[in-house]
């Protein structure tokens, strides 16, 4: 059985055809419901940690990071509140590399005598921060463009700030590109990527928290009670 309604799996359509499927022996069929009970728990269990965090994001000192990091493409907002709640205070590095560096995103180096060779990532560092990175970076496969939700997450922002994610947008692209052309691996792309995705970040955080920008106003979600 080949699903063939639609494009993408573990979209509601996709689970509604798995509900139809009848298999042949009693213990295949316990066996599929349990997989999906399992799916649709874990699902629910998303959703309510994302309204968590959102729940909590209008009392955070951080808030307005969080908000600008998602003018970039690809960062919503769980993403982005990662990224802050790991990093904190961009102001601490000097320079986008210092960031990097801090991630493991930058290549480790073998020295013997006067030769020296740049290896893989060095891994080390904030691995929380890395694999959301490297995660965001995938989306700058695509070709440029300001979809009408990040249109509109822009319209309250600081141009400064929707300026850089614009710009994060051609240069990304265009390395990604490139580097494909050049018979990179796709994995490979895009840690490339996600290292120089990280100088980006690193921008917008710091545009942010030199520019005393207060942030979205939000209201503080209301308890049941109340």
Same mark, same amino acid.
């Given at each position: 059985?080949?699903?063939?309604?639609?494009?993408?799996?573990?979209?509601?359509?996709?689970?509604?055809?798995?509900?139809?499927?009848?298999?042949?022996?009693?213990?295949?069929?316990?066996?599929?419901?349990?997989?999906?009970?399992?799916?649709?728990?874990?699902?629910?269990?998303?959703?309510?940690?994302?309204?968590?965090?959102?729940?909590?994001?209008?009392?955070?000192?951080?808030?307005?990071?969080?908000?600008?990091?998602?003018?970039?493409?690809?960062?919503?907002?769980?993403?982005?509140?990662?990224? &802050?709640?790991?990093?904190?205070?961009?102001?601490?590095?000097?320079?986008?590399?210092?960031?990097?560096?801090?991630?493991?995103?930058?290549?480790?180096?073998?020295?013997?005598?006067?030769?020296?060779?740049?290896?893989?990532?060095?891994?080390?560092?904030?691995?929380?921060?890395?694999?959301?990175?490297?995660?965001?970076?995938?989306?700058?496969?695509?070709?440029?463009?300001?979809?009408?939700?990040?249109?509109?997450?822009?319209?309250?922002?600081?141009?400064?700030?929707?300026?850089?994610?614009?710009?994060?947008?051609?240069?990304?692209?265009?390395?990604?590109?490139?580097?494909?052309?050049?018979?990179?691996?796709?994995?490979?792309?895009?840690?490339?990527?996600?290292?120089?995705?990280?100088?980006?970040?690193?921008?917008?955080?710091?545009? &942010?928290?030199?520019?005393?920008?207060?942030?979205?106003?939000?209201?503080?979600?209301?308890?049941?009670?109340?």
């Amino acid at each position: 059985m080949v699903y063939e309604a639609g494009k993408s799996a573990w979209t509601a359509a996709h689970l509604r055809w798995l509900a139809t499927l009848k298999l042949e022996h009693a213990a295949q069929q316990i066996a599929l419901q349990e997989y999906l009970h399992a799916v649709t728990e874990a699902t629910a269990r998303i959703g309510r940690l994302e309204q968590a965090m959102r729940d909590t994001l209008p009392e955070w000192g951080l808030t307005p990071v969080v908000q600008a990091l998602q003018a970039m493409r690809g960062v919503q907002l769980v993403a982005a509140m990662t990224l &802050v709640a790991e990093l904190q205070d961009f102001l601490r590095f000097d320079n986008p590399r210092q960031l990097m560096a801090y991630v493991g995103l930058v290549p480790g180096e073998h020295s013997s005598g006067p030769k020296r060779r740049q290896g893989s990532i060095t891994k080390a560092g904030n691995s929380a921060a890395r694999r959301m990175l490297v995660e965001v970076a995938w989306h700058y496969q695509h070709s440029p463009r300001v979809s009408p939700i990040i249109a509109k997450r822009h319209d309250a922002l600081p141009k400064g700030v929707t300026d850089i994610a614009w710009k994060a947008q051609l240069r990304l692209n265009a390395k990604f590109k490139r580097l494909v052309a050049r018979r990179v691996l796709k994995n490979k792309a895009v840690v490339a990527v996600a290292r120089e995705l990280t100088g980006f970040v690193w921008a917008i955080g710091r545009e &942010v928290q030199t520019s005393g920008w207060q942030g979205i106003k939000t209201e503080p979600a209301r308890s049941a009670a109340d």
